[in-house]
Antibody, heavy 119, light 108 residues
Framework: QLVESGGGLVKPGGSLRLSCEAA????????MNWVRQAPGEGLEWVSY????????HYADSVKGRFTITRDNAKDSLFLQMNSLRVEDTGVYYC??????????????WGQGTLVTVSP | SYVLTQPPPVSVAPGKTATITCGGS??????VHWYQQKPGRAPTLVIY???ERPSGVPERFSASNSGNTATLTISRVDAGDEADYYC???????????FGGGTKLTVL
């Protein structure tokens, strides 16, 4: 189970920190991702972090503004979002990544937390 | 960047078969995963690694992947299958995850 929190209303240029608490599996052994969905739009991958925190990846649209981290001792995933833009508005989901032979898929997903960036 | 193309909305009568495609350059060389998203809900995995069904997903859901097209097939469609469906791959060239734009399935 994954439960996100930390969403809210923020002005352009502002910051937010999202959290995702995991339960029911050995958190430290899985890579984790953030995926977002703008209102009425499709899914957009945002960021990935490996179980050991060795590797992180970011979508071009957020690179340099967002930072993904995790605390394996607390089974928690985070997304620090800085310099927020109106186009960052949407529901943010955390998702566990399952992998095999160089590919990965997401299961389960959290319920999502809404981020609204508006003047 | 690697682009995945999904068709416009698909409509199908109850009991019939729905086919949703996902196009990409040589997508047959990649593993494709499919998600179902019902209104107001988080996505859920319905197919992984081209053809595999997670436990709990009905056998009515199947998929294939070859050439430039991956296909999700839902047989004996019922009202509960009405949702948006997304395909996803891992783009190893960029270390990015790519999603298709989604296809809305309507059950008539």
């Amino acid at each position: 189970q994954l439960v996100e929190s930390g969403g809210g209303l923020v002005k352009p240029g502002g910051s937010l920190r999202l959290s995702c608490e995991a339960a029911g599996f050995t958190f430290s052994t899985y890579g984790m991702n953030w995926v977002r969905q703008a209102p009425g739009e499709g899914l957009e991958w945002v960021s990935y972090i490996s179980g050991s925190t060795t590797f992180t990846h970011y979508a071009d649209s957020v690179k340099g503004r967002f930072t993904i981290t995790r605390d394996n001792a607390k089974d928690s995933l985070f997304l620090q979002m800085n310099s927020l833009r109106v186009e960052d508005t949407g529901v943010y989901y955390c998702a566990r990544e399952l992998t095999s032979s160089g590919t990965g898929w997401f299961d389960p997903w959290g319920q999502g937390t809404l981020v609204t960036v508006s003047p | 960047s690697y682009v995945l193309t999904q068709p416009p909305p698909v409509s199908v009568a109850p009991g019939k078969t729905a086919t949703i495609t996902c196009g990409g350059s040589n997508i047959g060389s990649k593993s494709v995963h499919w998600y179902q998203q019902k209104p107001g809900r988080a996505p859920t995995l319905v197919i992984y690694e081209d053809t595999e069904r997670p436990s709990g997903v009905p056998e009515r859901f199947s998929a294939s992947n070859s050439g430039n097209t991956a296909t999700l097939t839902i047989s004996r469609v019922d009202a509960g299958d009405e949702a948006d469906y997304y395909c996803q791959v891992w783009d190893s060239d960029s270390n990015h995850v790519r999603f298709g734009g989604g296809t809305k399935l309507t059950v008539l």
